[in-house]
Each structure stands twice: as C-alpha cells, then as structure tokens.
C-alpha cells in the first residue's frame, strides 16, 4: 500500500506541474491575445478555471498526502505519545469517512447528474461532468492516503 501511495503521490505532483503550466500558458495567451492581438479568445479564461478547479482539488489531495494541510494543535500539544497517535488515527479516519461520503459518493452523483443531463460548457463545449470529475477522484486519492496513513501508524505501534 505504501509504494501505491508514494508513487500515486508523485503521479499527483508531476500532474499538478504540469496542470499549472497549462493554466500559466491560458492566461499569458489569454493577455497576449486580448491587448496585442486586441481579438480575445474566449476559450482560454475558460479553461483558466476549468485548471485552477483542477489544481484545486487534486492539490487538496497532494496537500494532504503531505501533510500540509492547515491544523490547530491545541489538543495534541497536551496528550502523551500514545494520545497523539490514537487522535491521529481519529483524524485520519474522520476525513475518511468525509472523503468517501461527500467527495466521491457526493462528487460521483454530481459528474453522473451533469453526464446525464448533457451539460457542456459554453466557451470550449466541454461536458462539464469533465470538470466535475476531479471532484470522485481527489476524494478517492484522499482516501487512498487516510488508508495509507492508518496502516502506517498502526504498523509503528506494533512494530
């Protein structure tokens, strides 16, 4: 489980480079077409926020793999070891079950609704479930990674 979700995890990093490249040369044409060109494209701002949606959510999904996700540590500052473990694993269990119950059985009805309904953007003409896509993916590598996180601290506890 750990070398899936090392390897997810750097799959993830380099996808969000690149996404984030992608967003940079929207914008940049976006300017460029708009002042020097003075005949905007209407695609690219766009597709600036269809990225940045992604960026968004699959960075969540990074962000938590790192740990790097904002937290208060009032309580954990005054438990022993033991206590810090087992409220690790609590929180890592609560956003679990949140990962599972809003973003992918949530998210999913959401892509499956806008599929369903034949939805599409209006600029670029994209299925907006395409979007909405990221949504049951970040939660599945969120979950991914609770697991991932749950077995290892239970494995330093035995081990």
Known sequence: MKNIAITLS??????????????????VW???SRYLFVVPAA?????ARFLLIWIGMLGAAYAYRQGSHLGIDLLASKL??????????SIHVVCLLFAVSVLVVGGGSLVSM???????????????????????ISGALI??????AILQKKQRLTG
């Not at 750097?10 to 914008?27: D, E, H, N, P, Y």
């Not at 979950?143 to 991932?148: K, S």
Request: hydrophobic residues 55%; proline residues 3%; aromatic residues 10%.
């Open 114 to 136: 806008t599929w369903e309904l034949k939805q599409y953007s209006a600029a670029m003409g994209l299925p907006i479930s395409y979007v909405y896509a990221v949504i049951p």
């Open 143 to 148: 979950c991914l990674f609770a697991i991932d």
């Open 43 to 47: 695609w690219t701002e766009e597709l």
């Open 10 to 27: 750097k799959l993830l990093q380099f996808m969000l480079v690149a996404l984030m490249a992608a967003m940079v040369v929207s914008v």
């Open 30 to 32: 976006q300017v460029l």
């Open 80 to 89: 022993g070891d033991k206590g810090k473990r087992v409220l690790q694993a």
